[in-house]
């Protein structure tokens, strides 16, 4: 971010130095567009104090427990695997069972 507003805008003093010429027109533009860079410059540092708060405050404890959550769900996965197999199984012989007694009961 730094670098694009830099490479955006010139510094101030720079500013400063070239509306003073002669040439350049008059202070009250120099002045005005002293003004403005540095109140760029105080919302980029506001910007930059906002983001870390962020980071620091939500993004970074959420990656701390990210593997946490996946080992959960990994444990989780495992198990519902087991149990829908153990399922799977009883039904299988449930139906079996039932072949076998629907052919007992036609003979």
């Excluded at 495992?78 to 069972?97: G, L, N, P, T, V």
Aim: net charge positive.
């Amino acid at each position: 971010m730094e670098k694009s507003f830099n490479s955006r805008f010139p510094q101030p003093s720079l500013l400063h130095i070239c509306t003073d010429t002669p040439r350049s027109g008059t202070r009250d533009i120099g002045s005005a567009l002293t003004k403005m860079c540095m109140r760029h410059r105080s919302i980029e540092a506001k910007l930059k104090q906002f983001s870390m708060c962020f980071l620091e405050g939500l993004i970074n404890p959420l990656q701390e427990q990210m593997e946490d959550w996946k080992r959960g769900v990994n444990t989780l996965d495992k198990d519902h695997a087991k149990e829908y197999k153990r399922a799977r199984q009883e039904i299988k012989k449930k139906s079996s069972d039932t072949l076998k007694l629907q052919k007992k009961a036609k003979k």
